[in-house]
C-alpha cells in the first residue's frame, strides 16, 4: 500500500500562483512514476503533470510553459508550481503514484485538493 498527502491547494486570483506538494509513504518502489491529475466540476480527470524517477516531465498542453513540475526522490515528494493561473484550472487536484516495471502495481492517489482561480 502507499499512501499520499497533498497541500498546498487554496484561493488565488487570475494570474497567481500556487505550489502543490505530495508526500508519498509506504511501500515505495524506487523507479516509479509520480505526478498529479485534476478534476472540474462535471468533468472527467485529466493528466496534468507526471514525472518519473530520473526522467523527464511529461504535461498536458493547457499548462505547458505554466505549471513545473518536480521531485525530491530522497523525500518521496512531488511538487507542482503553478503560474499564471487561469480560471480554467479550477479543480480537485489529485496527487498520482505507480511502481514502474513491476508486474501487478496499481495507481494509488491522494485525497485531493482544492484549487480555485477567481476572475
Known amino acids: 500500500q502507499v499512501q499520499l498527502v497533498e497541500s498546498g491547494g487554496g484561493l488565488v486570483q487570475a494570474g497567481g500562483s500556487l505550489r502543490l506538494s505530495c508526500v508519498a509513504s509506504g511501500s515505495i518502489f524506487s523507479i516509479n512514476v509520480m505526478g498529479w491529475y485534476r478534476q472540474a466540476p462535471g468533468k472527467q480527470r485529466e493528466l496534468v503533470a507526471t514525472?518519473?524517477?530520473?526522467?523527464?516531465?511529461n504535461y498536458a498542453d493547457s499548462v505547458k510553459g505554466r505549471f513545473t513540475i518536480s521531485r525530491d526522490n530522497a523525500k518521496n515528494t512531488v511538487y507542482l508550481q503553478m503560474n499564471s493561473l487561469k480560471p480554467e484550472d479550477t479543480a480537485v487536484y489529485y496527487c498520482?503514484?505507480?511502481?514502474?516495471?513491476?508486474?501487478?502495481?496499481?495507481?494509488?492517489w491522494g485525497q485531493g485538493t482544492q484549487v480555485t482561480v477567481s476572475s
Open positions: 498520482y503514484y505507480n511502481a514502474v516495471y513491476v508486474v501487478g502495481a496499481r495507481p494509488f
Open positions: 514525472i518519473i524517477s530520473g526522467g523527464s516531465p
